[in-house]
């Protein structure tokens, strides 16, 4: 099975940009569908954005323009590109890896269909 571990989160400013990486072990990730989760205190986990095994990418709607997900399978990486950030984007940030599916423009990881996760790492941006 996949181990994934998560890197790259910090303290911003509104307006800032971080990229997170997700590197994988034990497993490639372009046998699986990944995907980027967060969850902010109080809040449950939602979904951001996954890339499948076909490199098809979607995006929750308060992230299209903003962030990009991408994967680099001579590194076993995964990562997301997070500009314009704001301070509703402040959150814990999960990497995840689920069974191969197809995804579509409008597709929207749910927790639920994602069978490995990694840590998480904190994203904090300031007003």
């Known amino acids: 099975q996949v181990q994934l571990v998560e890197s790259g989160g910090g303290s911003v400013q509104t307006g800032g940009s971080l990229r997170l990486s997700c590197q994988a072990s034990?497993?490639?990730?372009?046998?699986?569908?990944v995907g980027w989760f967060r969850q902010a205190p109080g809040k449950e986990r939602e979904g951001v954005a996954a890339?499948?095994?076909?490199?098809?990418?979607s995006y929750a709607e308060p992230m299209k323009g903003r962030f990009t997900i991408s994967i680099d399978n001579t590194k076993n990486t995964l990562y997301l590109q997070m500009n314009s950030l704001k301070p509703e984007d402040t959150a814990m940030y999960y990497c995840?890896?689920?069974?191969?599916?197809?995804?579509?423009?409008?597709?929207?990881?749910?927790?639920?269909?994602?069978?490995?996760w990694g840590q998480g790492t904190q994203v904090t941006v300031s007003s």
């Open positions: 995840a890896a689920g069974p191969t599916r197809g995804v579509w423009a409008g597709y929207v990881p749910s927790v639920d269909e994602y069978n490995y």
């Open positions: 034990g497993d490639t990730l372009s046998r699986y569908c």
């Open positions: 890339i499948n095994n076909i490199r098809h990418t």
